[in-house]
């Protein structure tokens, strides 16, 4: 798949997409930011049954995580924690509504972390709901989630707002790593030619194409140069 494709504007997520952007190790949105350790925050008591859902998630077991964390659940409630750990196992067994469900208990209870919130957004985004998806996305953001920047740039190019789309892109760049910034500058790149500001559009290609060039060609057949 190339990156032209997985970053336009037109693109539409698949659940395996959504789930790589979800839970994967190398995304910026796995990264979880040190503001929202409270959300992932384990009671004492509940160390070892918490043990016992990891163990289970690293072994791919996904209706006994579930079972572990309703059970968790149901002796500590106010656990955002479990909550989140369940919505991730739901997304893998592609029941995109109960975990939509466990993303917004997550958010009722940890309501100035901004996660959740992102995480909800990205469900509402892979099924076409873009309202929805861009109101949890700005949502996230204004609460510290900075990884939804890429996440609204990506519905707002959709949805042909280009100008609003470039301000995100823009204000993402400053909160990742260099190489990270390489599809998104060759998003930019491409809404940049779309509005006909080419000058800026050549910049941002010659930054990207410099920068894989810099990471020695690494992953270079992903990108559209």
Same mark, same amino acid.
């Given at each position: ?8 504007? +037109? ?9 790589? =952007?979800?839970? @994967?190790?190398?995304?910026a949105f796995s990264q979880k930011a040190a503001d ?23 072994? #791919? ?9 309703? *059970?968790? &659940?149901? &002796?500590?409630?106010? #656990?955002? =924690? ?12 592609? *029941?995109? #509504? ?22 909800? @957004? ?21 609460? @510290? ?16 707002? =280009? ?16 190489? #990270?910034?390489?599809?998104? =500058?060759? +998003?930019?790149?491409? &809404? ?13 290609? +010659? ?9 020695? @060609? +690494? ?7």
């Amino acid at each position: 798949q190339s990156a032209s494709r997985a970053f336009s504007g +037109q693109f539409r997520w698949s659940i395996p997409l959504l789930l790589s =952007l979800l839970l @994967g190790t190398n995304t910026a949105f796995s990264q979880k930011a040190a503001d929202e350790s409270e959300l992932w925050y384990c009671p004492p008591h509940l160390a070892s049954l918490k043990r016992q859902i990891d163990n289970q998630y690293k072994n #791919e077991n996904f209706d006994t995580v579930v079972a572990l964390c309703t *059970k968790a &659940i149901a &002796i500590s409630p106010q #656990e955002s =924690l479990f909550y989140a750990r369940r919505a991730d196992a739901y997304l893998i067994l592609g *029941k995109l #509504e109960l975990a939509k469900a466990d993303f917004t208990t997550a958010a009722k209870l940890k309501p100035k972390i901004g996660w959740p919130l992102v995480a909800r @957004g990205r469900i509402y985004d892979s099924q076409g709901k873009d309202e929805l998806a861009l109101a949890d996305y700005n949502r996230g953001i204004a609460l @510290g989630c900075l990884p939804g920047y890429k996440d609204q740039a990506r519905v707002l190019e959709r949805n042909g707002q =280009l100008e609003k789309a470039v301000v995100s892109l823009t204000k993402l760049m400053p909160t990742i790593g260099p190489l #990270e910034r390489i599809p998104y =500058l060759f +998003q930019r790149a491409q &809404i940049y030619e779309k509005l006909g500001r080419t000058e800026l559009a050549k910049a941002d290609k +010659q930054l990207a194409n410099d920068l894989v060039d810099k990471s020695g @060609g +690494q992953n270079a057949d992903h990108y559209s140069r």
